[in-house]
């Protein structure tokens, strides 16, 4: 028995795409979960301001910008190296996942925001096509492109939650100082 949506869906904080995936095929399903979180790690932007988005609230260097940051690493590490075969040095990479979240000078929301859409696009791209048993190497150990599609549904839930603690925290702070 397919499943029919009822006449009148609430917007649920993934978007429609999600629900629409509830019957979609396997891919189009995994497509639309990394895509959902890709809007999640976005959307932490919206609502503060450059200061509040380089606010470290943690010992560690992560902050709401740096997330982001990371984010474009982690989409230009599986997809532009491990799939699209370009090297992490013609692709300017730190060398460790922390370099990541280092934030330069010049990085603001929008340039950093900027890098991170393109960044998405260029995976969309990459991924467009391909067979989801299509293997690539992970540092020696071969993955199918399905196992890596569900690990940056992983890796990118995993950090929009971290960043949607922050921005609450920052939302918090404001809160306080008015």
Avoid: N
Wanted: glycine share 4%; charged share 30%.
């Amino acid at each position: 028995m397919r499943w029919t949506a009822p006449a009148r869906l609430e917007w649920q904080p993934l978007g429609w795409a999600v629900v629409e995936a509830l019957t979609a095929s396997e891919r189009d399903s995994l497509e639309a979960m990394v895509d959902a979180q890709r809007s999640a790690i976005d959307a932490l932007l919206d609502d503060i301001t450059e200061d509040e988005a380089r606010a470290r609230l943690v010992p560690s260097l992560t902050t709401v910008l740096g997330l982001v940051k990371h984010a474009t690493f982690v989409e230009r590490v599986w997809f532009d190296h491990r799939l699209g075969g370009r090297t992490r040095k013609e692709l300017d990479l730190p060398e460790t996942v922390d370099e990541s979240f280092v934030l330069e000078p010049t990085d603001t929301r929008e340039s950093v925001l900027a890098t991170y859409r393109a960044a998405c696009e260029r995976s969309r791209a990459l991924v467009a096509g391909r067979d989801l048993d299509e293997l690539l190497d992970w540092r020696g150990t071969p993955v199918s492109l399905r196992w890596t599609l569900l690990h940056m549904i992983r890796e990118l839930a995993r950090h929009a939650g971290h960043g949607d603690i922050l921005v609450e925290q920052l939302h918090e702070r404001r809160s306080h100082r008015s």
